[in-house]
């Protein structure tokens, strides 16, 4: 298991301004880091100072090609088969991480949407009801 390292405030900041007003997201925490969900699933999250979107085949293999992006793998070897890592360039480019987030909202929105999880404190509340 890597060492979970805190990101930049530069990341953050980039991931905060990129995201800021998207229809429809959620923000979450996924292991620490700041994420952002649609209709239940995830969409993108940072990752010690990386930052990882979802998107469709297409658009995946395009991020590789024009944007310099790679196959998001949080340990070596074990990637996430739909998101890939954004490159410096891109986190730094306001406007250019948007563009690939609104991208990954086009396919994200596709997905069945997943039911919200019942913490361990809402269902002692429904138990008591």
């Not at 039911?115 to 809402?122: C, D, G, N, R, S």
């Amino acid at each position: 298991m890597p060492a979970f390292t805190k990101p930049t405030a530069q990341t953050v900041q980039a991931f905060e301004r990129a995201t800021d007003g998207l229809p429809g997201i959620e923000h979450r925490s996924m292991f620490g880091y700041p994420s952002v969900f649609l209709n239940g699933n995830m969409l993108a999250s940072i990752f010690q100072d990386r930052i990882m979107v979802r998107l469709s085949e297409s658009d995946r293999t395009d991020a590789v090609k024009r944007a310099g992006a790679k196959p998001f793998e949080p340990t070596p070897g074990r990637g996430m088969k739909e998101y890939v890592e954004l490159p410096a360039g891109v986190i730094a480019d306001t406007r250019a991480l948007r563009g690939w987030l609104e991208r990954g909202i086009g396919y994200v929105a596709e997905l069945p949407q997943k039911p919200a999880k019942v913490t361990a404190a809402k269902a002692a509340t429904r138990k008591k009801k």
